[in-house]
């Protein structure tokens, strides 16, 4: 039974591959070059396990289209989120795949550069970490409705799965531009604070703010279950950055100018030397300089370490537990 009619039936093949990542990515990779209206997803294992498959990332995947004018639309699904599962099944190491992004850390676009569709198109890839079906669904779907393609590197987190938190309405899918709720925007570079409502780029001002957070991934509703458990705060406004590649210079610069007077936290689960922090830091103080704002971001986050996460489950509840409270009191 097909519950879409008018679809003609297609074969549906379910076989077992080999446990090889270099071996099933080459493969994947491939298929979308010889498919390319296809929507290609591989997803590693739980863990790091996308390290055994660099080569295919380094040599073709990230660098592909630049050495042979070859366009890709792989999906890379990548599981990663600390949630005290040890070190090989927290990290997917997201500071790698962001190293390897071809865009100028110390310059801000102009206008032109600034479009959407270009600023990709001109990139080696995409890396997002996101936080709501709605906005995981509007991903995947360009990947394919565009008239161009660019391979997609995604930060998976398992306990979103069932977070009642991490939720849609139905009309969020929609593809309308009648849709008051989608305001012209299906997927989201950025997810501003719950309680703004302005999409100008010249945003009604909130001077009041004393500081403003920005994240990425799941993180994001550890910071807003504490900033509700601290009650009485409602001086600190919590922005997601769900398209970290190509970084989303113009919707930072409009949170920016909303809370001038706001003191800028960026907030990560990964430690120091990991995860996004050397990717954020040096384009927040490009977009500091570009609107002559005094101060720095500051972080809040794990130490660095040679290991992704602590093997004891304790020693991460507090190691959560402290850098979430960092970043909100």
């Not at 660098?63 to 042979?68: C, F, I, L, N, P």
């Not at 409705?145 to 009309?171: G, I, T």
């Not at 929609?174 to 999409?199: C, E, H, P, W, Y």
Request: charge should be neutral.
């Amino acid at each position: 039974y097909s519950g879409i009619p008018g679809r003609q039936e297609k074969f549906f093949t379910v076989c077992n591959s080999s446990l090889s990542e270099y071996g099933v990515l080459g493969f994947e990779l491939g298929y979308s070059l010889e498919h390319p209206n296809c929507l290609v997803l591989w997803e590693a294992q739980f863990g790091d396990f996308a390290n055994t498959a660099q080569v295919i990332i380094d040599q073709f995947i990230s660098s592909g289209e630049a050495k042979w004018l070859r366009q890709s639309g792989i999906t890379l699904l990548l599981p990663h989120g600390y949630d005290g599962q040890g070190p090989e099944h927290s990290s997917a190491r997201l500071e790698r795949f962001l190293q390897m992004s071809d865009e100028d850390p110390t310059k801000f676009p102009d206008a032109m550069e600034m479009g959407r569709r270009m600023q990709i198109q001109e990139g080696n890839w995409q890396i997002c970490n996101v936080t709501t079906p709605a906005n995981y669904y509007h991903m995947l779907r360009r990947q394919v409705h565009r008239e161009f393609r660019k391979p997609l590197v995604v930060m998976s987190p398992k306990n979103l799965l069932r977070h009642p938190k991490a939720v849609s309405k139905l009309d969020e899918f929609d593809n309308s531009d009648a849709n008051d709720s989608l305001q012209g925007v299906r997927f989201k570079r950025l997810i501003m604070d719950k309680s703004s409502t302005s999409r100008s780029f010249d945003p009604p001002i909130e001077d009041k703010v004393k500081r403003v957070v920005f994240c990425s991934g799941k993180v994001y509703y550890d910071l807003d279950d504490e900033r509700d458990v601290a009650k009485n705060i409602d001086d600190v406004k919590i922005c997601r950055i769900e398209q970290l590649s190509p970084f989303p210079w113009d919707l930072v610069k409009r949170e920016l100018r909303r809370y001038p007077n706001a003191e800028v936290v960026w907030c990560q689960e990964e430690p120091m030397n990991m995860g996004a922090w050397w990717h954020i830091q040096p384009r927040m103080s490009t977009i500091f300089k570009y609107l002559e704002r005094e101060g720095e971001i500051r972080y809040a986050g794990r130490r660095p370490a040679a290991s992704p996460a602590t093997g004891y489950a304790q020693i991460h509840a507090k190691e959560q537990a402290e850098l979430v409270s960092q970043a909100i009191r």
